[in-house]
């Protein structure tokens, strides 16, 4: 009877359970945020950041201009669902600032040029950058409000990218704070890495004059002693005017075997235009990784990229 009475009371609290168990089994995992980035470079940090947790998508995933960008339907149903946005600001992306607006309204909007430890380096003027060197009147001399939002090109503002990113998706995901504190940290020792393999490879051709297609470099540059001495076009969206053609090639033909390096988003006519005739060799630079798939690894490959093309060029024979 009492093993009767055993069995019995083990059935009544196995049936009174079933309810809890499904509840649970049916019960929703916590929720993680939504978060979509606007370019390549910093969807590869937020990668990191989130790794282990859940994917941030990435706005841009071709090339093209920053400034006159059109948003297909799929990405603006991206920004329409997103938790977190994450962008350089308007002085880069200066399409999504209509876009953030009629189809973000909910999410937090994080713009990265505004994170502490960012420094930021003022817009060169167009042309040549030298003193005393013509400016061409034809053009406006600033863009991006006197700023230049190329930031992720300093591995140290990279660094503190990502200890930004990880503030504000451990503030909107408490339950993974820890884990995005963790994977910025690994990312940020990973960026030191990096920066100490720059600048052993980039040693060899400081002060090496060259020529870039549009004002990208700056950042770079100012990290590695790096001599960029001019731009063919203030920005990607414009084409240069005749001045700063002329300008330009007159300044290559004096420079003897300097570099003009070109981008794979935009034709490198005008490119092999301004060097014929001349010693002057052509590379190709990639800021943004267009020829790169997205992920976690992007940024190491786009800085080992354009590091690697530099020294190509700049190292080549006559």
Request: hydrophobic residues 45%; contains cysteine; proline residues 7%.
């Amino acid at each position: 009877m009492n093993g009767r009475l055993k069995c019995l009371g083990t059935l009544l609290l196995a049936i009174a359970l079933v309810p809890a168990l499904e509840a649970q089994a049916v019960a929703p995992l916590a929720a993680t945020p939504r978060v979509v980035v606007s370019i390549k470079p910093l969807h590869s940090l937020a990668a990191g950041v989130m790794a282990g947790v859940a994917e941030p998508e990435v706005l841009i995933k071709g090339g093209g201009s920053l400034h006159g960008y059109a948003l297909r339907p799929s990405e603006a149903r991206a920004l329409s669902r997103a938790d977190l946005v994450f962008w350089v600001g308007p002085v880069l992306e200066t399409f999504m600032e209509r876009p953030l607006a009629a189809l973000a309204g909910k999410a937090r909007v994080v713009a990265m040029i505004a994170m502490p430890g960012v420094k930021v380096q003022p817009s060169r003027e167009g042309g040549l950058w030298e003193d005393g060197l013509r400016k061409d009147a034809g053009e406006p001399l600033r863009h991006g409000d006197g700023v230049d939002g190329h930031i992720w090109l300093d591995p140290g503002n990279a660094a503190a990218i990502v200890a930004g990113m990880a503030e504000a998706l451990g503030a909107f995901d408490q339950s993974n704070a820890g884990r995005y504190r963790e994977n910025a940290a690994a990312m940020q020792a990973k960026l030191s890495a990096l920066d100490g393999e720059l600048r052993a490879k980039l040693a060899r051709v400081k002060e090496k004059p060259f020529v870039v297609f549009h004002d990208a470099y700056q950042y770079f540059e100012a990290s590695y002693g790096l001599r960029a001495v001019g731009s063919i076009t203030l920005s990607p969206d414009r084409a240069p005017g005749a001045g700063r053609v002329a300008e330009v090639k007159r300044k290559i033909a004096g420079l003897g075997p300097v570099c003009v390096f070109s981008e794979p988003q935009f034709q490198p006519r005008i490119v092999e235009m301004l060097i014929r005739g001349t010693a002057a060799k052509t590379g190709m630079l990639d800021p943004e990784g267009t020829t790169i798939g997205p992920g976690a690894e992007l940024y190491f490959d786009v800085a080992r990229g354009l590091a690697a093309s530099l020294v190509a060029c700049l190292t080549a024979g006559p």
